[in-house]
């Protein structure tokens, strides 16, 4: 049995229970399960399945949950007696048992290789370019890549003739080695189903289930009295006013992250010393008075909405992913083609390498341990690939040093006299930073914790911040954006927050009201849906009583003045003009700016490959986010119709976008009659601000099942019950519009669609754009379309003077 680092503790406190029966209250069944547990392994039977294997496998490692697509991992582990707790419910007992016929794969044994392809061919296994999934496999020269069921990670099988000479087990992300083994089970994909059922097999272990009203039944048990931990909603005071009576108790506190972790030990050790904040995931909290233990949760504490984090987590593509055909770049000998990966024998030692094609011909082998050197080519498609003649690579790049060197000088110019610009330096977080960080009611991901920290740390330097933070729509940025402008707020300093259209100022308007409402601090909004109040407005950002002002474009005017401005965030910064940009980049040399974007623009982008400006990358989904899957058709009545009433029928709301307000009125008449059965509303970018705000508030309040809107919607909108999108003329759009118009659905665990709707002939450039739409809809794929942007429209004229 396996305890989670620091958990011990808590188990050595709960007192054995004997019985079997156990009141139904959550979390009785956890208390009865912890108590067991010298008996492992153990299986437990239980209604609360899911909420159970969450909250045991947050103490102990090896934990199994059962369910019909995990069968023969369960049943091998049952096998090997390899888990520590097997959590069922009861209609799980009676899913049939496999018959589990596996071939073992060892180290040094003899097999044959066409064999072994044949194998896992006959078993289901499905062979794909890389491993990612369980039950895939590829080869690659005398390498052979499964992940087998059953087991947690994939397997990498090395061959040398018909000898099985290396296993390793290998990360499906990054496709690296992790380290080797000895031996290996493969089993079939979809084995045949045996006549016993789970319920059988597991009565030879100790076992557990629900029912009745008492602990324990058996004459020499215990009854205990214990309580689910209350709810304390936010309130510190009045959960530090509960520690305190629970004196002379061991008190335990659960954090989500070493991050959390930290900041409740700055919170609370001071005046708490013997509370033991450990990482660790519960449901709930619970108090065992006969033991005198007290564990508490995030949930009690702060209503969290907590989600374990997944142990893979989806990341930008690796170079691993370049196809046979590509472009690349090699340090040393330029621009080549990538032909795909050969395995090079060199003496006895035989080496994958990639093999990159040259001009007349010529081509290298660069070894794995050396492919740092090589990047995948980003730019123009019509470009020459090198010559390997002497010097021919190294005269290019002296040539483009020497043509940059001008204007390479008057950007070190800018930038230097950003850092040499007197900026005012944050201090250090407050006590208050970290209760409103503590508030946050999920768990932040490793990339949004990380761009946190790239931020503050700019801001506590002596010279202005700029930087971009890239994370596709709806991974958090907002919430990094907010951590960052109270930092400066509790400076004194005040926070301009720019957003491109009013519906997205609005959003994020209630959004930092929500989160600092507790705190003192004022924020406003400046936008047409405030003009009665815009006198007062402008006065009170003038005279600084306000903290945090939020606006379009309008934030520009020349009327608007702060008393002490120290932070500007630009929120989709791709979406504001040329005169705009300009106004901004005034303020760029005196005052930190933060700029957020899913798709950045291709200069932009460019600029922060390049290093010139400083970059963050969110990359990483919330939990339980799926891709949205995305569809081309032709305008087709019968289509459309299937499409909505689908949505509609299973709860959900569709967007309908069509981008010309002159024909609004008529699309809206055809998809009555298409649709008579659902109610439509109407939302453009001429309606007065009242009645705009009224349609928007009915759809969010689902008095509306379509929204027939122009683009106005791009940005910002979020609707977790919208979960269909169709855009009419999508060959219209940009890749970043198409883009961060399908961010506005997939924003809950449900199914998300994107139609695309296109005429039969197209110009090839706006072709290009709707496919690369629909082949970039995995999660994380809005830096991948910003890249493909760049080498679609190239960096534009990011040398010239004028830029």
Same mark, same amino acid.
């Given at each position: 049995?396996? /305890?989670?680092? !620091? ?46 294997? &969450? ?39 009676? /899913? ?107 009565? &030879? ?86 033991? @005198? ?40 000998? !330029? ?74 000088? &008057? ?32 768990? &932040? ?123 500007? /965030?630009?929120?989709?910064?791709? @979406? ?157 759009? !940009? ?25 039969? @002939? ?42």
């Amino acid at each position: 049995m396996k /305890i989670r680092g !620091g958990l011990s503790g808590i188990v050595e406190r709960i007192p054995e229970i004997k019985g079997k029966v156990l009141p139904p209250p959550y979390p009785g069944i956890l208390l009865l399960t912890l108590s067991s547990l010298k008996q492992s392994p153990l299986c437990v039977v239980t209604e609360d399945k899911e909420k159970l294997g &969450e909250d045991i496998s947050g103490i102990l490692k090896d934990v199994l949950s059962l369910s019909e697509k995990n069968t023969v991992e369960v049943a091998a582990a049952i096998e090997r007696k390899k888990f520590s707790v097997l959590v069922l419910s009861p209609e799980d007992l009676e /899913i049939p048992f496999p018959i589990l016929k596996g071939r073992e794969i060892k180290r040094g044994m003899y097999l044959e290789w066409e064999e072994f392809l044949k194998l896992l061919s006959d078993w289901g296994y499905e062979r794909t370019e890389f491993v990612r999934e369980k039950g895939e496999f590829a080869v690659r020269g005398c390498v052979v890549d499964v992940f087998p069921v059953g087991e947690s990670v994939p397997v990498r099988v090395e061959f040398s003739e018909d000898e099985v000479v290396s296993l390793r087990n290998f990360d499906p992300v990054s496709q690296r080695s992790i380290n080797k083994i000895n031996s290996v089970v493969i089993h079939p994909r979809d084995p045949e189903k045996g006549k016993v059922t789970f319920g059988e097999v597991i009565k &030879e272990f100790p076992w557990i289930g629900e029912g009745g009203n008492l602990i324990d039944l058996s004459p020499e048990g215990k009854i205990f009295r214990f309580e689910v931990a209350p709810y304390f909603e936010r309130d510190f005071k009045n959960f530090k006013e509960h520690l305190k009576k629970l004196d002379g108790y061991t008190i335990y506190f659960l954090s989500s992250s070493p991050g959390e972790k930290e900041r409740l030990k700055e919170l609370l050790e001071d005046e708490f010393p013997g509370l033991i904040i450990e990482e660790g995931y519960l449901s709930r909290g619970f108090i065992i008075h006969d033991t @005198r233990l007290a564990v508490f949760t995030e949930m009690d504490l702060f209503g969290r909405s907590l989600r374990k984090r997944e142990k893979i987590e989806i990341k930008t593509e690796p170079l691993e992913t370049l196809k046979e055909g590509d472009l690349v770049v090699h340090e040393d000998y !330029g621009i080549g083609v990538f032909e795909g990966m050969e395995l090079l024998k060199v003496g006895n030692t035989e080496t994958e390498c990639a093999v990159v094609r040259y001009r007349d011909n010529a081509r290298i082998y660069v070894p794995v341990y050396f492919m740092h050197r090589l990047s995948k080519y980003i730019g123009k498609e019509d470009i020459e690939i090198s010559s390997l003649a002497k010097g021919v690579w190294e005269r290019k790049k002296r040539r483009i040093k020497e043509s940059v060197k001008e204007i390479a000088r &008057e950007l070190l110019e800018l930038y230097t006299r950003r850092k040499k610009s007197k900026g005012f330096a944050c201090s250090p977080d407050t006590l208050w930073q970290r209760e409103m960080e503590a508030l946050f009611p999920y768990e &932040e991901t490793e990339d949004q914790l990380r761009a946190i920290e790239e931020i503050k740390q700019d801001l506590e330097a002596p010279y202005p911040m700029d930087r971009l933070l890239c994370g596709e729509v709806g991974y958090g940025k907002t919430e990094v954006a907010l951590r960052a402008a109270f930092k400066v707020v509790m400076d004194g300093k005040q926070v301009a927050i720019l957003t491109p259209t009013t519906l997205l100022a609005e959003q994020h308007y209630f959004t930092f009201k929500e989160r600092l409402e507790r705190f003192p601090v004022r924020v406003e909004l400046l936008s047409r849906f405030t003009k009665n109040r815009e006198k007062e407005i402008l006065k009170d950002l003038e005279e600084g009583r306000i903290d945090i002002i939020i606006g379009t474009h309008r934030l520009l005017s020349d009327d608007v003045k702060f008393r002490d401005l120290g932070l500007v /965030i630009i929120d989709e910064e791709h @979406r504001f003009g040329v005169l705009q940009k300009e106004k901004l980049k005034k303020l760029r040399i005196n005052v930190d700016v933060l700029s957020m974007s899913a798709t950045p623009i291709p200069r932009t982008l460019k600029l922060s490959l390049s290093g010139f400006l400083d970059f963050s990358l969110i990359e990483t989904p919330p939990p339980g986010r799926k891709a949205v899957e995305t569809e081309i058709i032709h305008w087709n009545d019968g289509v459309i119709r299937e499409v909505i009433l689908r949505e509609v029928e299973r709860g959900g709301q569709v967007f309908f976008i069509h981008n010309r307000i002159e024909t609004i009125e008529g699309v809206r008449k055809k998809l009555e009659r298409i649709v008579p059965e659902v109610s439509i509303g109407v939302a453009h970018g001429r309606m007065r601000s009242k009645e705009l705000e009224r349609v928007m508030r009915d759809f969010i309040e689902k008095r509306y099942d379509v929204l027939l809107s122009t683009a106005i919607i791009e940005a910002g909108i979020d609707i977790p019950n919208a979960n269909t999108i169709i855009i009419n003329n999508a060959h219209r759009f !940009g890749l970043a519009e198409l883009h961060q118009l399908r961010g506005r659905v997939g924003r809950s665990p449900r199914k998300a669609f994107c139609y695309l709707i296109v005429p039969e @002939r197209m110009r090839e450039e706006a072709r290009k754009r709707v496919f690369a739409i629909k082949q970039y809809s995995h999660l994380g794929a809005g830096f991948k379309i910003a890249k493909l942007d760049l080498e679609m429209r190239g960096a534009g004229n990011i040398l010239g003077k004028e830029q």
